[in-house]
Nanobody, 126 residues
Framework: QVQLVESGGGLVQAGGSLRLSCKASGRTFSLYPMAWFRQTPGKEREFLSTISWNGAITYYLDSVKGRFTISRDNAENTVYLQMNSLKPEDTAVYYC???????????????????WGQGTQVTVSS
């Protein structure tokens, strides 16, 4: 079992920054890829960014490329999402996810995460 706990969400003005954290417990965090998603009411969960098991491979949704940065600290069992130049349309609940079966691999976008956090709310005011 893997438990994922997000933190760092909140209310920020447009143009501001937030850093989200997702701390994992359970099985060995350093072995598998992680990802961030977000969801707004009435819409499907939207993929944002992924990072491979060792941090060497990252991937971003076009609309956040250049503004968001994913990183991980395997010693702290934590993945981060640094969000800069935030826009009102970034308002959502943000989730982290793990693909724990993909050991020593990058995230596969045609597969869903097998563990998810509970989400953290990000609200960007105009």
């Amino acid at each position: 079992q893997v438990q994922l706990v997000e933190s760092g969400g909140g209310l920020v003005q447009a143009g501001g920054s937030l850093r989200l954290s997702c701390k994992a417990s359970g099985r060995t965090f350093s072995l598998y890829p992680m990802a961030w998603f977000r969801q707004t009411p009435g819409k499907e969960r939207e993929f944002l960014s992924t990072i491979s098991w060792n941090g060497a491979i990252t991937y971003y949704l076009d609309s956040v490329k250049g503004r968001f940065t994913i990183s991980r600290d395997n010693a702290e069992n934590t993945v981060y999402l640094q969000m800069n130049s935030l826009k009102p349309e970034d308002t959502a609940v943000y989730y982290c996810a793990a693909q724990t079966t993909r050991i020593y691999s990058a995230w596969r976008r045609d597969l869903t995460g097998d563990y998810w956090g509970q989400g953290t709310q990000v609200t960007v005011s105009s």
